[in-house]
């Protein structure tokens, strides 16, 4: 039973480029969740989302980012026209269900972005 | 808004030692209170979580205690070992609505010296 796969591991884009980052969560889980990790910050959540809907964005920069989970395929995490203040690694996690007293999130390995 | 502290910022212990990372939250009304290990360029383990109505939890060497009146959480690890290496990670999980949203601290960088 794989766990959370998400893909590139490392990525580099130059300034104005666009970086899609992909996760695909374990199986049977229809709940992902993305976050960031600058350096020397903690995990910061960014989205939730289920299948075809975005449940929480709160965390979501209001310009150049986007993120969707659709019927088929992977989660996609868009950054558009990246600066250097993007540079991080993205993290992406998926449960069973959407929260609650007893339920962890199963993270993946990350993605390594980094901005020229 | 939830604030997570992790006191120490790293730790270094001779391996066998028992330690003690600290962990704080600002907002006591969570649903439960996790704790991660985090090894270089790898993503996130789960090694316990405390529902917030327990005081604890054991998971083999590992201990895990919180105390939601003070906001605080502490995780023991015994008999430490040179791969117990690894950053720690203290996340509070959401409150209502929110409660699938981690609210992760910068974490507890533990090395175990053979």
């Known amino acids: 039973n794989a766990g959370v796969m998400q893909n590139p591991r490392h990525l580099v884009r130059r300034r104005g480029q666009e970086a899609r980052l992909r996760c695909s969560p374990m199986k049977g889980h229809s709940h992902v969740y993305w976050y960031r990790q600058l350096p020397e910050e903690g995990l910061k959540f960014m989205v939730y989302l289920q299948k075809e809907n975005i449940i929480d964005e709160s965390g979501m920069p209001k310009e150049r980012f986007s993120a969707e989970f659709p019927k088929e395929g992977p989660s996609i995490l868009r950054i558009q026209q990246v600066v250097r203040g993007d540079s991080a690694a993205y993290f992406c996690a998926s449960s069973p269900t959407g929260g609650g007293f007893q339920e962890t999130q199963y993270f993946g390995p990350g993605t390594r972005l980094l901005v020229l | 808004k939830q604030e997570v502290t992790q006191i120490p910022a790293a730790l270094s212990v001779p391996e066998g030692e028992n330690l003690v990372l600290n962990c704080s939250f600002t907002?006591?009304?969570?649903?439960?209170l996790q704790w991660f290990r985090q090894d270089p360029g790898k993503g996130l383990t789960s090694l316990l979580l405390?529902?917030?109505?327990?005081r604890e939890q054991t998971s083999g060497r590992l201990n895990a205690s919180l105390d939601k009146s003070s906001g605080r959480s502490t995780l023991y690890i015994a008999a430490s070992q040179p791969g117990d290496s690894a950053t720690y990670l203290c996340a509070a999980g959401g409150t209502g609505a929110g409660s699938y949203q981690l609210t992760f601290g910068k974490g507890t960088k533990l090395s175990v010296i053979p």
């Open positions: 907002d006591s009304a969570i649903y439960n």
């Open positions: 405390i529902q917030s109505s327990q």
